[in-house]
């Protein structure tokens, strides 16, 4: 299982992320205060090495918001995607670390 942390908006997901240890993040494009795309560049900034997977229903996005994510899956999907891409995203997140265990910092 995974332990899954959840923000309500652009700001406190930062703040959350700044403050925990993850090994991926999966944001929503649209979001209170901030969008998907800003807070994933902020997040670059923060841990360049977390992999951010972007969960939307919005089409209309343009390829310089996508390009801070490293992964995509559309709305609505099946839980069993979303858990499948999430797992990719840890394992990414693992192989770049250089080890098979969550993230410390």
């Known amino acids: 299982g995974y332990r899954v942390l959840t923000a309500n908006g652009g700001v406190a997901a930062l703040e959350a992320f700044a403050a925990c240890p993850v090994d991926a993040v999966v944001l929503d494009y649209e979001m209170p205060g901030m969008n998907?795309?800003?807070?994933?560049?902020?997040?670059?900034?923060?841990?360049?090495?977390?992999?951010?997977?972007?969960?939307?229903?919005?089409?209309?996005?343009s390829s310089d918001e996508t390009r801070a994510f490293q992964g995509y899956c559309s709305k609505p999907t099946s839980l069993f995607t979303l858990a499948s891409q999430v797992g990719a995203m840890t394992s990414l997140a693992m192989s770049i670390r250089g080890s098979g265990s969550p993230a410390a910092a």
Do not use: N, W
């Open 36 to 61: 998907g795309g800003q807070v994933a560049r902020e997040m670059m900034r923060i841990k360049p090495l977390v992999p951010k997977m972007l969960f939307s229903a919005s089409t209309d996005i």
